[in-house]
């Protein structure tokens, strides 16, 4: 299986993501998570990551895509995979389909955690009151005026993935509100399906 998980900030994709690891024993690949791997490796690209990263640049599409397409490779990608923050831009999405393409892969869904952008900001003060009350560090990105700026980054360049991925009758749409046992039960039907 191959998925990809589309929704704004705080909509429940990590959480969602780790549920659907342990149920279908395939790996969650983080971009961020991606590029910490290839650096400490030091495979090529990750040299290039490092030297991007190290003068405090922005690392580009090209990289990225190049980390995805050497993790997808490997072998525990095998059987699939979910790609969580990963398309964020319609070129990245392009770039998907060439790499699983050159694979003769292709994708099995895309699913959006469709979510109301109010409650949003509730949860993740939430969040970070729980991690408060926890002991726990607050993550940065945990503050309202932080993450309202996410908001608005993703609706500038993530939020066209949903109008790419229906064209091409990839896209599924479950209420990220709900519960997150209910997110699972939807996403798991669409999965079924």
Known sequence: MRLILLGPPGAGKGTQAQILVEKFNIPQLSTGDMLRAAVRAQTDIGKKAKAVMDAGELVSDAIVNAIVAERIDQDDCAQGFILDGYPRTLAQADAVEAMLSERDLTLDAVVELVV??????????????????????????????????????????????????????????????????????????????
Request: hydrophobic share 35%.
């Open 116 to 193: 109301d952008d109010k409650a949003l900001v509730g949860r993740i003060v939430k969040r970070a009151e729980d991690a408060r009350a926890a002991g726990q560090p607050v993550r940065k990105d945990d503050n309202p005026d932080v993450f309202e700026e996410r908001l608005r980054e993703y609706y500038k360049k993530t939020a066209p993935l949903t109008g790419y991925y229906y064209a091409k009758g990839k896209l599924r749409t479950v209420d990220g509100m709900a519960s997150i046992e209910d997110v699972t039960r939807q996403i798991e039907k669409i999965l079924a399906e």
